[in-house]
């Protein structure tokens, strides 16, 4: 089982940030969860990052996921109407015991973050004798 945080903000901050018109800096990523039977599945959408661009980490038992994209590279000339959010973003997932920690595997694909968390084997059951 995996656990979801969220990373909760102070909306009053928020609001004066917009009030002067600054970027909230980090936004949470939004993911999927779910799972077969030998593995865990986490899967992001970040269209126009590069793998670069993306850091995946281990903490203790959380995978946190960051990306950071800088879009003023991109800037072509005067930039009349700017909707889509070319900032950073965060998530952090908390691991349960299930998680095998030494298993993990991600791919970007088509603007899709896919990591594979493997399942940890279950200890076989057996009858304990009482002497």
Do not use: W
Not at 37 to 49: F, H, T, V
Not at 69 to 86: A, V, W
Request: hydrophobic fraction near 30%; glycine fraction near 4%; include cysteine.
């Amino acid at each position: 089982m995996i656990y979801v945080t969220r990373n909760y903000r102070m909306p009053l901050l928020e609001e004066i940030n917009k009030f002067y018109n600054q970027d909230t800096s980090t936004k949470e990523l939004a993911i999927d969860l779910f799972s077969d039977e030998k593995d865990y599945y986490i899967q992001a959408n970040l269209p126009g990052y590069s793998k670069e661009e993306i850091s995946i980490s281990l903490d203790k038992d959380a995978i946190v996921i960051t990306a950071e994209h800088d879009d003023k590279k991109n800037d072509l000339g005067n930039t009349y109407i700017k909707e889509r959010f070319s900032g950073n973003f965060r998530r952090k997932i908390e691991l349960t015991q299930e998680c095998d920690v030494e298993n993990i595997d991600a791919k970007l694909e088509n603007g899709v973050l896919t990591i594979k968390i493997g399942k940890r084997a279950e200890a076989p059951k057996r009858k304990i004798t009482i002497d």
